[in-house]
T-cell receptor
Framework: GNSVTQMEGPVTLSEEAFLTINCTYT??????LFWYVQYPGEGLQLLLK?????DKGSNKGFEATYRKETTSFHLEKGSVQVSDSAVYFC????????????FGTGTQLKVEL | GAVVSQHPSRVICKSGTSVKIECRSL??????MFWYRQFPKQSLMLMAT?????????EQGVEKDKFLINHASLTLSTLTVTSAHPEDSSFYIC????????????FGPGTRLTVL
């Protein structure tokens, strides 16, 4: 079956630090991969996605590269801000599975001044 | 655009009662809506998928008679937890997509259900 594994949080960083949140997956076929972000009190929002191997998704300074050889989709940002404090979810959608998403457990990021 | 709301945001009920949670797409028509359940420090688990005007499709292990889903219009889906028990306490999240297929899902903020 499909599964997504994320690093446990919370991750606490100082402003302008480099961020990496690890995500690995298990899936049959060729899934699409996603990162969602949930700000306090709000619903999950799509942050970025990649649909095939070696694709790089990017948005708001965040990047993630679809690595099929390591089954990974790590989220990175070069310089975080306090406003990036949120919970980040890695997810996959498998081919033939319709629009069903399989989520990781989420990683809370706290950015301090 | 693409805002999804849920009501209520929190609900506390007594064991044995039924609770209804609403999910609305505020600025778009949602052909498909999804209901998820999230336990503390665990991932979102898909419970069911509903298409407007059709019966919901439930995931394996989800009791359809306990979790009643109605998607009667293109902007509203409801989840009713019938005869709730403490083990039903959880965070329930809905999402909506404009079309079927592989369209982006837009998520609501979630509803915290506590059953005493």
């Amino acid at each position: 079956g499909n599964s997504v594994t994320q690093m446990e949080g919370p991750v606490t960083l100082s402003e302008e630090a480099f961020l990496t949140i690890n995500c690995t997956y298990t899936a049959t076929g060729y899934p699409s991969l996603f990162w969602y972000v949930q700000y306090p009190g709000e619903g999950l929002q799509l942050l970025l996605k990649a649909t095939k191997a070696d694709d790089k998704g990017s948005n708001k300074g965040f990047e993630a590269t679809y690595r099929k050889e390591t089954t990974s989709f790590h989220l990175e940002k070069g310089s975080v801000q306090v406003s990036d404090s949120a919970v980040y979810f890695c997810a996959l959608r498998n081919t033939g599975g319709g629009n069903k998403l399989t989520f990781g457990t989420g990683t809370q990021l706290k950015v301090e001044l | 655009g693409a805002v999804v709301s849920q009501h209520p945001s929190r609900v506390i009920c007594k064991s044995g009662t039924s609770v209804k949670i609403e999910c609305r797409s505020l600025d778009f028509q949602a052909t498909t809506m999804f209901w998820y359940r999230q336990f503390p420090k665990q991932s979102l688990m898909l419970m069911a998928t509903s298409n407007e005007g059709s019966k919901a499709t439930y995931e394996q292990g989800v009791e359809k008679d306990k979790f009643l889903i109605n998607h009667a219009s293109l902007t509203l889906s409801t989840l009713t937890v019938t005869s709730a028990h403490p083990e039903d306490s959880s965070f329930y999240i809905c999402s909506a997509s404009r079309q079927g297929g592989l369209d982006t899902q837009y998520f609501g903020p979630g509803t915290r259900l506590t059953v005493l």
